[in-house]
């Protein structure tokens, strides 16, 4: 059986390292751009090797620490060197309140110390058990945005302070158009348990496993020399096991002749398969589709995307006034700034940390409906972002180096309904397109676990529906 690929991003190979050994399956990888990896990349920066694009993924989820385990490269990961985080609200730096499912407080008074919000938004929290007492739980099968969850349930502030900063950190998204099923499912699962979102949030929490004794285990895993040495070990365990590997081919179209699939690329090859995992991004992918089939073309289509901006930024340690212990901080919507994030990330990562003491930094702009970021040009980008860490972190000095990187259409947003709608999708293409299977991050989770579980799982439906 042959199977081909298209897209080389994270769960592309995800998708080709589950086909890799199994025996008469024969893969390629066919990937647009000429290196593989999509969005996890990482460049040298300054003196060191900085991610472009994501620098960490959550090991709380099993897909990510799995693969790394498969490639044997589990030793190597590296869990942040800290796990303090500080918001830019209210005129300074604050710390995120410990107590907090996906930001809805559990502990009313853990809140209070850190001053993220305001007397009136306290007293809002405090009062949810009354506000809330003649609410129903968000029922099952019922999806809304997070938004209309917390603000009913918690008030504005603990919406717009600390739930849409973290969960909407994380998507580059407006937690008021997100679905709570498909982008926070804990938040959901604690909205079931009680229209008291902090009621459920600890009830939540409390029928969680018991950690094991010990160490608290890390919450995120980094890599030292960057995310891409993830991509590097896939690369060199496919090539081994005789995937193939072309880089540089963009697939222009999709085409059948009988049952076998054609991948054609934009050079005019042919690659013939039995199966296709479509693994690039979604529009791509509606695109690929749309000759075969409109409604599942539309559902991918219709999925928007947020462009996101990732500026770094190195200085001596001296120019860097207020360097606090931690991660970094947010910055919710409200603020009215451009940055959505800063990343301490010499701070966070003790392989990206110099004798010397030098400061890196990673700034992140641009999310679902802010797109200023985008807008502007390389210098206006850096002055406006600079003008910013004067105020958050009194840095005054020019640079010792900067780079900017921009990702546009690059997080989808998945609005109320999406996961239904995505597997209606997919259920319409394994009765009527047999082979042609979709993967990746505008599936179900935009993290580099749930891309890697999305390229596992369709490599595995490629190989059920062709045999069957
Ligand atoms: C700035 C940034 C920071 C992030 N931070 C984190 C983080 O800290 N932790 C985390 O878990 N996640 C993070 N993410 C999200 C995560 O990196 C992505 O969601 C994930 O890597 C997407 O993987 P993918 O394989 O689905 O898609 P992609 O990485 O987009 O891969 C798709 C591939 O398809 C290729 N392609 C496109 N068109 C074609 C074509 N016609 N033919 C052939 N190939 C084609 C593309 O070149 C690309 O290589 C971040 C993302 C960004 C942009």
Redesign the pocket.
Known sequence: MRVVV???????LAAAHELADLPDVITTV????DRL????HTAPFADADLDT??????ARRPEAVQLCRELGILDRLEAPATGKAWLWVRGRLRPVPEATLLGVPTDVGAVARTGVLSPAGLARLAAAPLVTRRQRPLGPGEDRTIGQVVRRSLGDEVHERLVDPLVGGINAGNTDALSIDAVAPQLAAAARRSADLAAGAREVQAAAPAAPPGAPAPVFFGLPGGMARLVDALEARLVRAGVEVRTGS??ASLGRDGATWLARTAAGDDVRADAVVL???AP?SARLVRPFDEAVAATLGNIAHAS?T?VALAWPREAVPRLPPGSGFLVPRGEGRLMTACSWSSSKWAHLAAPSGRVLLRVSAGRADDHRAGAMDDDELETRLRLELRDAMGIVATPSAVRITR?PD??PQYAPGHLGRIAAAEATLSARHPGLVLA??ALRG????A?IGSGRAAARAVVAGVAA
């Open positions: 298209v897209g080389g991003g994270i769960a592309g066919v990937e647009g751009a990896g999509g969005k996890v694009g994501p620098d960490a993924f959550l963009q697939v693994a690039a991004p791509v996101v990732l990702w690059a997080f990746g991050a935009v993290g580099i676990p891309c």
